[in-house]
């Protein structure tokens, strides 16, 4: 089993984090542009969220499981979308 998680399934994690289903319910709502002040990433590893999270950071250190596996949700729309 791959340690990252499937692209359709970050995007969801990042939809779900922002209180939408999915990441085609957050698209449907045009909801995208809240995201981009948050400062929020994403554990691609674990799916925890993490606050005070650049934009375009990667590799981050998760808490919740301690890989280096944290990015910020706009690079993250990015790079799986």
Known sequence: ???EKS??????AIAGE???GDFD???EADALTDLWDCGAG?????????DC???DATRYL???CGAHAVSGFEFLIIAHA
């Open 1 to 3: 089993m791959s340690k």
């Open 7 to 12: 692209s359709q399934k970050i995007l969801d």
């Open 18 to 20: 922002l209180g939408f």
């Open 25 to 27: 319910e957050m698209v």
């Open 42 to 50: 994403l554990c691609t590893h674990c799916l925890t969220s993490r």
């Open 53 to 55: 999270v650049e934009p």
């Open 62 to 64: 998760c808490d919740a």
